[in-house]
T-cell receptor, first 120, second 116 residues
C-alpha cells in the first residue's frame, strides 16, 4: 500500500516552454501533497505544500507564478513549470500524506519516484 | 527553528561490517524523526520512523535507530552491511506543529558505499 506515482519520469524541453508533472496517490487519499526539488548530490528542498481544494503554500524564495501547483482531487496534484529555463533543470519529487478516518493525518510521507527535468 | 545535521556526507564500510549513520537534530518541540533511503534516480523510501513510545525503532532491511533525547540524536545502524545497502540516506524531522502541516526537514544526506 501507500504508492505514489509521478508522470513523466523524465522530460526534456526547450527553454521557454511549460512542463506539467503529475503526482498521484494510487491506493490512498492524500489531502496533503508536497513538492520537492533536488539538485545532484544534494538534499531535498521543499518547494510547496499542496492541499486539496485550496491554494498551495509556497516556501520562501519559491516563485508561485513560476511553479504552478494544482491539487484538484484527493489523489492528484500537478506541478507546472512555466516558461522553463535551463536553471530549472532538476529532479522534482512529490510526496503525499494519507488520511486516516475522521480527518486524522498520518505523520508519514510517501514519496513518488521523481521526475527528471532537463531544459535545453 | 528545526534543523537536521548528518555527520559525514560519505560513509564507506566493508560488506558484513557495522553501518552507523549519524543524525542530530534541533527542534523547539518534540519532533517526529525519520530515516529515508534513496537509490539512484529514484524517490525516497521510508526505512523507519520514531513518533512516540519505544526509543529503539526497527525498520526494514535490518536497519534500526535509537532516539536519544538528551543527545538530540537519531543515529541509524545495521549490524552487517550488504552490497544492496549502498545508497543515499536521509534523516528528516517533522516538528508536527499544527500550523506546519507536517513538513519534513531533511538533513544533507549521507552516501553509503559498501565494499566487497
Amino acid at each position: 500500500g501507500a504508492v505514489v506515482s509521478q508522470h513523466p519520469s523524465r522530460v526534456i524541453c526547450k527553454s521557454g516552454t511549460s512542463v506539467k508533472i503529475e503526482c498521484r496517490s494510487l491506493d490512498f487519499q492524500a489531502t496533503t501533497m508536497f513538492w520537492y526539488r533536488q539538485f545532484p548530490k544534494q538534499s531535498l528542498m521543499l518547494m510547496a505544500t499542496s492541499n486539496e481544494g485550496s491554494k498551495a503554500t509556497y516556501e520562501q524564495g519559491v516563485e508561485k507564478d513560476k511553479f504552478l501547483i494544482n491539487h484538484a482531487s484527493l489523489t492528484l496534484s500537478t506541478l507546472t513549470v512555466t516558461s522553463a529555463h535551463p536553471e530549472d533543470s532538476s529532479f522534482y519529487i512529490c510526496s503525499a500524506r494519507d488520511r486516516r478516518g475522521r480527518g486524522y493525518l498520518s505523520e508519514t510521507q510517501y514519496f513518488g519516484p521523481g521526475t527528471r527535468l532537463l531544459v535545453l | 527553528a528545526q534543523s537536521v545535521t548528518q555527520l559525514g556526507s560519505h560513509v564507506s564500510v566493508s560488506e558484513g561490517a557495522l553501518v552507523l549513520l549519524r543524525c542530530n537534530y534541533s527542534s523547539s518541540v518534540p519532533p517526529y524523526l525519520f530515516w529515508y533511503v534513496q537509490y539512484p534516480n529514484q524517490g525516497l523510501q521510508l526505512l523507519l520512523k520514531y513518533t512516540t513510545g519505544a526509543t529503539l525503532v526497527k525498520g526494514i532491511n535490518g536497519f534500526e535507530a535509537e532516539f536519544k533525547k538528551s543527545e538530540t540524536s537519531f543515529h541509524l545502524t545495521k549490524p552487517s552491511a550488504h552490497m544492496s545497502d549502498a545508497a543515499e540516506y536521509f534523516c528528516a524531522v517533522s516538528p508536527m506543529i499544527y500550523n506546519q502541516g507536517g513538513k519534513l526537514i531533511f538533513g544533507q544526506g549521507t552516501e553509503l558505499s559498501v565494499k566487497p
